[in-house]
């Protein structure tokens, strides 16, 4: 072996004042970059901030309220401040036959607490509704023009400052008044359909990812499955919509409706949580599987070769070592998943979601909507009104979204912690 | 099984070896080598990288199964036993021969914890204070009790580098093995630590076989009892070269290449 000294001053390389234009040049092209990525950001950040905005300028506003009745007519006293007996009379005084026996059907006047009754004599005896509404922004900036317009158009309203997103707005259930609907029947299905899917696709994804990782021989079949699971993360979520309503709602029918556990249980047909629940689970297990596999390779060999050293078998090795510190990367993956699935509306419309529910769901078997079922099917009522509920329902599940996201971080955290 | 047998009294040889090849696919990477370990000796292979010496080491305990490719022929005797033979499972043989790594890998659990978990899935079945006591002989065996006795729910990976070596040996010595395998296991450590090692080595070997792969020659010179010399042939096969009571492989070698590669003229 013998080294060959290099010629220097070749002039093959710049030097001097050579080098100095060659280093600014270097410097500049580095700055472009520097820019084009800040302008990147700064494209992503008015996007994320028009978006919140307009969500928050549809969510809060002022409305223009009209009633039939004037509250005077039925009481001296404001009907907030009234017990519950005497509301009882003034209702059964001045509803119609045919609606007190509908609502007596749901639940018995008698049986109602001041508050029920207070919104059944403001949707049936006075019939209270919003004729108007204006956003945010007209409220903020263009009051004056709100007060002429109310006055000229609805010479009877008052205008009332209105936050669409409100307690209220999350505990009462679907109705077909905009102003008296809630979002607690689909915030309840999303949850219920969030459980049941994370339930089904977190040990299964998990599992897979242990498998394909620490089992699996590197041979064509294994490399089969693992390129079709990549593929699958990216196939369109209508198509699992589609798979999840040929099989679970059609061929599984008499298991997914609940029919299996007797006559006249679950739903009447397959279009139920557990359904929804599956399809999900079945759009999001590539992701986990992807994301674990990726956790699992992460995991120093030295650590496996430390407890294989001392007798561990490979199940006592995976189990008390692999995962343990894989798991804060498959957690990543699965708020990745979970994520994914509360947000998804396609495969639900395929699937079947009911859009008009009152009835909240009771278990896997119950037929439900889900919130960006019901935000879809706000924004397509010809109301004005639907739309700034449809706002309402979506910072709800911007909410619902990121405290899901929080507790998992959190819970990725404590485990990162521990080790 | 036959190996968890107690030694042969009359047997001097810890482990032997006869012929032992180990490919790694079609690669032959050691190539026929035969020889025997004393017991309660330490016993350094030396020689130049790739010449498969960590091979060799790493096919007493079965750890080149983990590499799917691996494959081993001829014997490796221990107890009288083949380790390769049909009957014996691999999770045995690692617990009566133990082994260092050549980076400190403690588990990434407190320093209790790590030497605790050995035994419990080796099918540890004494109370707590027992185990207390098993963790604390292990931590003194390796010397290290005295430096983490007050902390002992701290993490493995909170110690230096050679505090976590020793730890990965005191962990080797809970499962109550009969030969220590080390590869390497000071090259990622600073000369202080290193000869604490090296001191706990001649400690050990009053209980243990011990068969340490260096890279460092005056190491194997200082710290061992014999010294296996390998070298790679022309199909880059490793083979054993010499073998002998290591003051005579250093003042006497009788192969020319030993004699060319401890006086440093290559490697």
């Given at each position: 072996?013998?080294?060959?000294?290099?010629q220097p001053?070749?002039?093959?390389?710049?030097?001097?004042e050579?080098?100095?234009?060659?280093?600014?040049?270097?410097?500049?092209i580095?700055h472009?970059?520097?820019y084009?990525?800040?302008?990147?950001?700064?494209?992503?950040m008015?996007?994320l901030?028009?978006l919140?905005?307009?969500?928050?300028?549809?969510?809060f506003g002022?409305i223009?309220?009209?009633e039939?009745v004037?509250?005077?007519?039925l009481?001296?006293q404001?009907?907030e401040?009234?017990s519950?007996?005497?509301?009882l009379?003034?209702?059964?005084?001045?509803?119609?036959g045919?609606?007190?026996r509908?609502l007596?059907?749901?639940?018995?006047?008698?049986?109602?607490?001041?508050?029920?009754l207070l919104?059944?004599i403001?949707?049936?005896?006075?019939?209270?509704?919003?004729?108007k509404?204006?956003?945010?922004s007209e409220?903020?900036f263009n009051?004056?023009?709100?007060?002429a317009?109310?006055?000229?158009?609805?010479?009877?309203a008052?205008?009332?400052?209105k936050s669409?997103v409100?307690?209220?707005f999350?505990?009462?259930?679907?109705?077909?008044?905009?102003a008296?609907?809630?979002?607690r029947?689909?915030?309840?299905?999303?949850?219920w359909?969030?459980?049941?899917?994370?339930?089904?696709?977190?040990?299964?994804?998990?599992?897979a990812a242990?498998?394909?990782?620490?089992y699996?021989?590197?041979?064509?079949?294994?490399?089969?499955?693992?390129?079709?699971?990549?593929n699958?993360?990216?196939?369109?979520?209508i198509?699992?919509g589609?798979l999840?309503l040929?099989i679970f709602?059609?061929n599984?029918?008499?298991?997914t409706?609940?029919r299996?556990?007797g006559?006249?249980?679950?739903?009447?047909?397959g279009r139920?949580?557990?359904?929804?629940?599956?399809t999900m689970?079945?759009?999001?297990?590539?992701?986990?599987?992807?994301n674990?596999?990726e956790?699992?390779?992460?995991v120093p060999n030295?650590l496996r070769?430390?407890?294989?050293?001392l007798?561990?078998?490979k199940?006592q090795?995976?189990?008390?070592?692999?995962?343990?510190v894989?798991?804060?990367g498959?957690l990543?993956?699965?708020?990745?998943?979970?994520?994914r699935?509360v947000?998804?509306?396609?495969?639900l419309?395929?699937?079947?979601a009911?859009?008009?529910?009152?009835?909240?769901?009771?278990g896997p078997?119950?037929s439900f909507t889900?919130?960006?079922?019901?935000?879809y099917?706000?924004?397509?009522?010809p109301?004005d009104q639907?739309?700034d509920?449809a706002g309402a329902g979506?910072?709800?599940?911007?909410?619902?979204?990121?405290?899901?996201?929080?507790?998992?971080?959190?819970?990725?955290?404590?485990?990162?912690?521990?080790? | 099984?036959?190996?968890?047998?107690?030694?042969?009294?009359?047997?001097?040889?810890?482990?032997?070896?006869?012929?032992m090849?180990?490919?790694?696919?079609a690669?032959?990477?050691?190539?026929?080598?035969?020889?025997?370990?004393?017991?309660q000796?330490?016993t350094?292979?030396?020689?130049?990288?790739?010449?498969?010496k960590?091979t060799?080491l790493?096919?007493?305990n079965?750890?080149?199964?983990?590499?799917?490719?691996?494959r081993?022929?001829g014997?490796?005797?221990?107890h009288g036993?083949?380790?390769?033979?049909?009957d014996?499972?691999?999770v045995?043989?690692?617990?009566?021969?133990?082994m260092?790594?050549?980076?400190p890998n403690?588990f990434?659990k407190?320093?209790?914890e790590?030497?605790?978990f050995?035994?419990?899935?080796n099918?540890?079945?004494?109370?707590?204070?027992?185990?207390d006591?098993?963790v604390?002989?292990s931590?003194?065996?390796a010397?290290?009790?005295?430096e983490?006795?007050d902390?002992?729910k701290?993490?493995?990976?909170?110690?230096?580098g050679?505090?976590?070596?020793?730890?990965?040996?005191?962990?080797?010595?809970?499962?109550e093995p009969?030969?220590?395998?080390m590869?390497?296991?000071?090259?990622a450590?600073?000369?202080?630590?290193t000869?604490?090692?090296?001191e706990?080595m001649?400690?050990?070997r009053?209980?243990?076989?011990?068969?340490?792969?260096?890279h460092?020659?005056?190491?194997?010179?200082r710290?061992s009892?014999?010294?296996?010399?390998?070298?790679?042939?022309e199909?880059?096969?490793g083979?054993?070269?010499?073998?002998g009571?290591?003051?005579q492989?250093?003042k006497d070698?009788k192969?020319e290449?030993?004699?060319?590669?401890?006086?440093?003229?290559?490697?």
């Open positions: 072996m013998r080294a060959e000294p290099i001053f070749t002039r093959r390389l710049p030097y001097g050579d080098f100095k234009r060659n280093i600014a040049r270097r410097r500049f580095g472009i970059w520097r084009m990525f800040f302008s990147s950001l700064i494209i992503g008015i996007a901030v028009t919140l905005g307009t969500i928050v300028n549809r969510a002022t223009a309220v009209q039939r004037n509250p005077a007519t009481s001296e404001p009907l401040e009234l519950q007996e005497e509301l009379a003034i209702a059964q005084a001045n509803l119609s045919n609606v007190r509908r007596d059907r749901e639940e018995p006047l008698e049986q109602r607490s001041a508050a029920e919104q059944v403001e949707e049936f005896v006075l019939q209270r509704e919003v004729v509404s204006w956003t945010l409220t903020l009051y004056s023009h709100i007060e317009e109310a006055a000229e158009q609805f010479p009877n008052r205008l009332e400052f669409w409100s307690w209220d999350v505990v009462r259930p679907m109705s077909r008044t905009p008296l609907a809630g979002i029947t689909a915030l309840l299905g999303s949850t359909m969030i459980l049941i899917t994370m339930l089904i696709a977190f040990p299964i994804g998990v599992g242990i498998y394909l990782e620490e699996a021989r590197d041979n064509l079949v294994n490399r089969i499955i693992q390129t079709n699971i990549n699958l993360a990216g196939v369109p979520s198509i699992y589609m999840g040929a709602v059609r599984l029918e008499y298991l409706s609940g299996f556990m006559e006249g249980m679950g739903a009447a047909n139920t949580l557990i359904s929804a629940a599956m689970a079945l759009l999001i297990l590539p992701l986990i599987i992807i674990a596999q956790a699992i390779r992460a030295s070769q430390a407890s294989y050293g007798g561990a078998t199940w090795t995976i189990w008390n070592h692999v995962l343990p894989a798991l804060p498959i990543t993956g699965t708020i990745l998943g979970m994520s699935a947000g998804e509306t396609a495969p419309i395929v699937i079947g009911a859009t008009y529910i009152v009835t909240d769901p009771s078997f119950s889900a919130l960006p079922i019901q935000i099917n706000w924004t397509s009522r109301q639907f739309r509920i979506i910072v709800v599940l911007l909410i619902l979204l990121l405290s899901l996201n929080a507790a998992a971080i959190l819970l990725r955290n404590r485990f990162q912690r521990s080790l | 099984m036959k190996i968890m047998s107690d030694p042969d009294p009359s047997n001097r040889n810890a482990i032997e070896t006869r012929a090849s180990v490919y790694y696919g690669f032959r990477a050691v190539k026929e080598v035969s020889f025997s370990i004393e017991s000796k330490i350094a292979l030396i020689g130049p990288s790739g010449c498969g960590s060799v790493r096919s007493f079965r750890m080149n199964d983990l590499i799917p490719v691996a081993t022929e014997e490796v005797i221990f036993q083949n380790l390769y033979g049909p014996v499972d691999a045995e043989v690692r617990r009566r021969i133990g260092v790594f050549q980076k403690p990434p407190s320093i209790y790590n030497i605790a050995g035994p419990r899935i099918g540890w079945k004494g109370t707590k204070a027992e185990m006591d098993l604390e002989q931590l003194r065996g010397a290290l009790w005295d983490v006795k902390k002992l701290e993490s493995g990976l909170s110690l230096s050679g505090q976590q070596q020793r730890l990965c040996i005191a962990r080797a010595l809970a499962v009969e030969v220590i395998l590869d390497e296991p000071c090259s450590l600073d000369p202080i630590s000869l604490k090692i090296e706990l001649f400690e050990l009053r209980q243990y076989t011990i068969i340490i792969v260096t460092n020659m005056q190491q194997a010179a710290a009892d014999y010294t296996a010399f390998f070298l790679m042939d199909d880059r096969a083979m054993l070269v010499e073998y009571p290591t003051d492989i250093f070698p192969d290449r030993t004699e060319q590669y401890i006086s440093g003229r290559f490697g």
